[in-house]
């Protein structure tokens, strides 16, 4: 089975920059589309980006133009380049495949 694990999170100031991976353990089912999403705490988890196998992308509008995402499917790892990053961007952010779940990186975005 594969697994995902995501990396890159940490401590940003409000207008800095991170990049996320979304590492999979043995190759992403080139038939499934690749998604992040975010938990703030107290708040439901939101869906914020999806690239699909033909590398179409999608985001969800509290992140578009800020935030790029992007595969390189001879590493099986997708990325989540983030710009601009604003106080209420803190959240555990996860990548899913399929049925197939990340656990999640720790994003805080304070001064």
């Known amino acids: 089975q594969v697994q995902l694990v995501e990396s890159g999170g940490g401590l940003v100031q409000p207008g800095g920059s991170l990049r996320l991976s979304c590492a999979a353990s043995?190759?992403?089912?080139?038939?499934?589309?690749v998604d992040w999403y975010r938990r703030a705490p107290g708040k439901e988890r939101e869906w914020i980006a999806t690239?699909?196998?033909?590398?179409?992308?999608y985001y969800a509008d509290s992140v578009k133009g800020r935030f790029t995402i992007s595969r390189d499917n001879a590493k099986n790892t997708v990325y989540l380049q983030m710009n601009s990053l604003k106080p209420e961007d803190t959240a555990v952010y996860y990548c899913?495949?399929?049925?197939?779940w990340g656990q999640g990186t720790q994003v805080t975005v304070s001064s």
């Open positions: 043995g190759s992403i089912d080139s038939r499934n589309a």
């Open positions: 899913k495949t399929g049925h197939i």
């Open positions: 690239i699909t196998t033909g590398n179409n992308t």
